[in-house]
């Protein structure tokens, strides 16, 4: 379990900037709301002050997500080497 938890981490911060990409194409392609949508919307009308908001925004959540997990990933494994050098 040690072990597979330390994988399961390194690969996080990849899955959840592909997870967030997927959304945003989901929201181009069929739905009515959402950052994706707002950005479809704002190219379509030359609105480029949403459109930057929303790619902030984007930017924004995919940071904040990255960091909670390198979070957790230190406080659930502290004992590995990498984060024993940092301490």
Known sequence: MPNALAWTFA???MA???SLIGVVIAEFVGSSTGLGYIMVVSLSTLNATDMFVALTVLGAVGVLLVFL???VERRLLHWTP???NRL
Do not use: A, C, K
Request: hydrophobic share 40%; charged share 25%.
């Open 16 to 18: 959840v900037s592909f």
């Open 69 to 71: 997990i390198e979070r």
């Open 11 to 13: 690969s996080l911060p």
């Open 82 to 84: 990498e984060f024993q």
